[in-house]
């Protein structure tokens, strides 16, 4: 699951400067997905399991087996709103639009990344980072807390807050 997720919004977090960012599934060869694991994922989902949920998301997101971001979000809300962090990460870039400007929507974008960093994804916390950093997407311009979520994920091994620790005031 993580690897998926990775995969997904490797574009997102691995280049916090840009402001162009290419749809993640651009980047990456897609694995290839039987039938019978994805059923097996469906039923799962079905019973309530958040990773089942947040993976069937992340495989219609990338096309597996069709890309359907409507039920991509469906998902990954449902395994959202129980907690699931890379679920609300996946929604929040979702939510930023990049892939489809109908999705654009910042402010569920800022809830699902706050939901998520504070659940401590690093990855999220890196991304509110910059955000507060740079003072965009309705954050205030904050550098004492954009130096407190690096801080934080790069406790938790995430490289790139390391490195921006490194260059932030």
């Known amino acids: 699951a993580l690897l998926c997720t990775s995969l997904l919004l490797g574009g997102c977090a691995s280049k916090p400067t840009d402001q162009q ?7 990456t060869e897609q694995p290839v997905v039987s039938s019978a694991t994805e059923a097996n994922l469906r039923s799962q989902a079905n019973r309530g399991d958040l990773d089942s949920q947040f993976q069937l998301g992340s495989l219609y997101f990338v096309g597996k087996p069709k890309k359907d971001l409507k039920q991509a979000e469906y998902w990954w809300k449902l395994a959202a709103d129980k907690g699931h962090a890379m679920a609300a990460v996946s929604l929040a870039y ?25 659940g401590g994804n690093p990855m999220a916390q890196h991304i509110l980072g910059n955000l507060y950093l740079r003072g965009e997407q309705g954050v205030p311009l904050d550098a004492n807390q954009a130096r407190r979520l690096f801080t934080s994920a790069c406790q938790q091994n995430y490289s790139a807050s390391c490195h921006a620790l490194e260059n932030t005031p």
């Open 21 to 27: 960012v290419s749809s993640p599934s651009q980047q």
């Open 94 to 118: 979702l939510y930023t639009g990049r892939d489809n400007p109908d999705f654009n929507n910042p402010a569920e974008m800022l809830k699902y990344l706050n939901q998520s960093a504070a």
